[in-house]
């Protein structure tokens, strides 16, 4: 069944529940259930050194994840932001975290960057 889009359809939201679990020594799992399409999304965060968030999650879940990885991190100290391939999930909120992490950088293979990163991203 194809859906279209509305602009006043619910979607996702910063209101599902956001959790946060260390699962090995400095790395971190963030993730948010979504009820409405009963799906769970997963973020990763890799606390060292030149800290690393691994999946950005989607624009609107980003206030509730921003939350979950500043228990652990101050936001502005992610160096790495990288993902697995181009697609919301994966990278709606990239911009979001460039603007609160100024000195982060987005990784990607080079197919990615070249044919998708290099036009999504915008520094402010």
Not at 38 to 47: A, M, R, S, T
Not at 55 to 66: D, E
Not at 96 to 109: I, K, M, N, T, Y
Request: proline letters at 4%; aromatic letters at 8%.
């Amino acid at each position: 069944m194809m859906s279209r889009y509305s602009r006043d359809a619910p979607g996702l939201s910063s209101r599902d529940v956001t959790e946060l679990h260390e699962i090995a020594k400095d790395v971190y799992r963030i993730s948010t259930y979504v009820e409405p399409a009963n799906l769970v999304f997963n973020q990763f965060l890799i606390v060292a050194e030149q800290p690393l968030l691994w999946h950005c999650g989607h624009r609107q879940l980003f206030p509730s994840v921003l939350e979950a990885l500043g228990r652990v991190l101050l936001p502005e100290q992610l160096r790495w932001i990288s993902f697995g391939h181009v697609e919301a999930d994966e990278l709606g909120a990239m911009n979001h975290w460039l603007g609160v992490a100024e000195r982060a950088e987005v990784v990607q293979g080079s197919t990615g960057v070249l044919v998708s990163v290099n036009d999504l991203v915008v520094r402010r």
